[in-house]
């Protein structure tokens, strides 16, 4: 992808992004239908769908040959990630979207055959967008994102476990992660996958330990941390998968083989 071609897409998802977080601000004076997905606390609200169906009309409209990758059903069903893909959580974190109406985001990223070129996080109540264009620096609105530390003890650092540290057949070592958990200095739980890539990537989280994240959850999140020096893989090491459920081990590459060698352990 030529940069006036991504310069160009850049600042047309950008405004698509600030203008669905309007849309989301206004909703929330509304009463909300609330549904669930895959199970009781898998939360879907009539806000999520509209904010997926605002950006796929947008997207086919302006990019009819552009695929979608998306959380609420409006997107495209692929196996490959050929040609130039938007893959999109409409709002990631809906759970606190619901209950503390703050604390959500939109996720958007923007890959070709496979490579990240843009990502957004746009945190809608705080009216903060993270940004990356692959290879110009990563930005918290104004502010260019420092590289990570290189170098970070696993005794001073922050860390951020998911709460569902289980999932059906894959469940970690609850001991060794006691354990992890008393060796850093702090943990901590967003509760939207998106403004926790962000921490990660703006140095605010050492590590971040999920075991359950679809490719929404993550694309816009891995082209920020990438950027900055940072790593994303599934918790075992191996790549993420975009066709898929994932773990994810997310940091300091400096921490990444300390905490995936002596603390994981699936069981
Ligand atoms: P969501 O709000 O878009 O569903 C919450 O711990 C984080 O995990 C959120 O980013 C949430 O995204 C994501 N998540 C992924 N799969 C989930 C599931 N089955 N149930 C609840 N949260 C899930
Ligand atoms: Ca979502």
Not at 71 to 85: C, H, I, P, R, Y
Request: hydrophobic share 40%.
């Amino acid at each position: 992808m030529d940069k006036v071609e991504r310069n160009k897409l850049y600042e047309e998802a950008k405004s698509w992004v600030v203008e669905a977080g309007e849309l989301i601000r206004a909703s929330l004076d509304k009463k909300l239908q609330i549904d669930t997905k895959s199970d009781a606390n898998d939360l879907v609200t009539e806000m999520d769908r509209e904010s997926e169906k605002f950006f796929v009309d947008k997207i086919k409209l302006n990019h009819p040959s552009h695929k979608i990758i998306s959380e609420e059903g409006f997107g495209d069903d692929l196996s490959t990630l050929e040609g130039t893909v938007w893959i999109l959580d409409p709002i990631d974190g809906t759970m606190n979207f619901v209950h503390q109406k703050r604390n959500f985001a939109i996720s958007l990223a923007i890959y070709q055959d496979g490579v990240g070129e843009i990502g957004l996080i746009y945190s809608v109540m705080e009216d903060v967008l993270y940004h990356v264009k692959r290879g110009e620096g990563a930005f918290r609105n104004k502010t260019q994102l420092s590289p990570l530390k290189d170098h970070v003890a696993i005794e001073e650092s922050i860390l951020l476990v998911n709460s569902s540290l289980c999932c059906e057949n894959k469940r970690l070592n609850h001991t060794k992660i006691q354990e992890l958990v008393k060796t850093v200095r702090g943990t901590r739980s967003y509760g939207s996958g998106a403004l926790e890539f962000a921490g990660v990537a703006d140095g605010t989280l050492d590590a971040y330990i999920s075991m359950r994240l679809s490719p929404w959850d993550f694309a816009a999140g891995a082209i920020l941390i990438e950027e900055v020096g940072g790593v994303i893989t599934q918790i075992d090491g191996s790549p993420l998968d975009f066709f898929g459920e994932n773990t994810s081990f997310s940091g300091n590459p400096f921490l990444k083989d300390e905490i995936i060698n002596n603390y994981i352990e699936l069981k």
